[in-house]
Every structure is written in structure tokens, then in C-alpha cells.
């Protein structure tokens, strides 16, 4: 068989970033009554914010910003779109969203079904951009934790994908071989590219059907359609 390994990326590949983010965002919100002060409605605040978040998200890959100014810009500067500067409540809410979003347990469809496919033929592990502690939260409280040898984050690896070394470090760290293993993840310059630059063969994962020009080992849409490929 060609592989034996498997890497996966979390957020938005198993664990539903979204779905989880709106609902701690939507509990914060009431908390931090933001609807009364100049907010139209929830949903206008996570459009900011979530196009804030992924850019500050795309800085911090690149190492432009640290994990400190992230987890608490992102708040500050959406807050900032409806004329609301107040960096003490962007504070409250950064820290009340890091303690809560990693309990939220929405996982994608059929994510539970592919990985009980998949554990008895591949050893499985997560390769993620995402912090420490919250990641293993996350795993744990989504009850999928178990599928996996090993967790590498860039905070342990201390480097971030598309970095190879990243890749390299996961490899070594896991014994396994780049030509037996295969990356699933929904960037496609993070996970897929980065892959494809160390010689990984990849499965993009995308669910939006985003359009691109890349070359790629395999692309799904959904991850059920895993169990044909693998
Ligand atoms: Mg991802």
C-alpha cells in the first residue's frame, strides 16, 4: 500500500471552526451586551469579524504578529468597524473567547464516521498552526482525541505551515516517510502547498469549491468521500 500514514490539519478540516466560533461568539455577545452598545446584530459583527480573524491569522502564519496582539486585535479592530474603540473590552472578549470556543464541540459532516474508516488502516496524526492548549482542548472535548498518535502544533514545532520545516519536524517526529504519507487539510497554501513542497501527497479539502490553479494529489468537498480515496 502506498500509505501509512495520515496527517490531518483541525480547524476547518474536522473540528467546524465556524460553527464553534459563532457560537461562543454569540454567548460573548450577551455576556459583553454588544447589541446594546451600537452593534446592529450578531450576525454583522461576525462578518467583520471573521474576514479580521483570518487575515491577523494569515500575519501571525507569517510571523508578523504574535499570539498576544491575535487573540486580541481581532476583537479590538471588529469592535473598531462600529465605531467602538475600547481595547479593555476587546481584552474581555479575546480572553472569554479562548476560554470557551475550545468547549465548542461542532465537528464537520461525517468527520467521525471517516476517522473510525480510517484508524484501523493508517496511524493518524493532527499537524496544526493552532496553539497548544487550546487544540488538545479542542480534540478532547469533540471526543476525537483518540484518533490520533500525535498532535503537533507549531507551538511545539516552532514553526508554522506552509513552512517545510514544519512538515519536516512532523515526519521526524512521527517516523513516518514523506512518499507513505498524505496531508488532508482546507489551505491551500498552508496545508496542501506546504505538503506538496516536501514531497506529501495531499487531499484539499474544500467544501466551498473554492477555484484555484494548482496541481494536486486529490480534492474532496466532502470528507465521507475520503473512504474512496483511502
Ligand atoms: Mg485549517
Redesign the pocket.
Known amino acids: 500500500m502506498q500509505y501509512d500514514t495520515i496527517f490531518f490539519?483541525?480547524?476547518?478540516?474536522l473540528w467546524d471552526?465556524e460553527t464553534n466560533s459563532k457560537e461562543a461568539l454569540s454567548e460573548i455577545a450577551s455576556t459583553h451586551q454588544l447589541l446594546n452598545k451600537g452593534i446592529p446584530s450578531l450576525q454583522h459583527f461576525l462578518e467583520e469579524y471573521f474576514v479580521i480573524n483570518e487575515k491577523l491569522w494569515e500575519d501571525y502564519r507569517k510571523n508578523i504578529i504574535s499570539k498576544e496582539t491575535l487573540r486580541y486585535d481581532r476583537f479590538h479592530q471588529a469592535l473598531k468597524k462600529f465605531d467602538i474603540d475600547d481595547f479593555e473590552l476587546a481584552t474581555a472578549i479575546g480572553n472569554d473567547y479562548v476560554s470557551s470556543a475550545p468547549y465548542k464541540t461542532n465537528l464537520f459532516p461525517n468527520a467521525i464516521e471517516v476517522l473510525e474508516y480510517l484508524k484501523g488502516k493508517y496511524t493518524l496524526h493532527i499537524i496544526?498552526?493552532g496553539f497548544e492548549e487550546t487544540q488538545h482542548l479542542k480534540l478532547r472535548n469533540s471526543k476525537i482525541d483518540h484518533y490520533f498518535d500525535h498532535i503537533i502544533t507549531s507551538e511545539r514545532s516552532g514553526f508554522k505551515k506552509p513552512d517545510e520545516r514544519m512538515f519536516h519536524f512532523s515526519l521526524r517526529h512521527t517516523n513516518a516517510k514523506s512518499e507513505n504519507s498524505i496531508m488532508i487539510?482546507?489551505?491551500l497554501e498552508?496545508?496542501i502547498l506546504g505538503a506538496k513542497s516536501v514531497g506529501i501527497n495531499q487531499v484539499y479539502f474544500n467544501p466551498e469549491e473554492k477555484e484555484h490553479n494548482e496541481e494536486l494529489t486529490h480534492e474532496v468537498k466532502d470528507l465521507k468521500e475520503l473512504i474512496g480515496i483511502l
Not at 9 to 13: I, M, V
Open positions: 490539519d483541525l480547524d476547518h478540516t471552526f496544526t498552526n487539510g482546507d489551505s498552508a496545508d
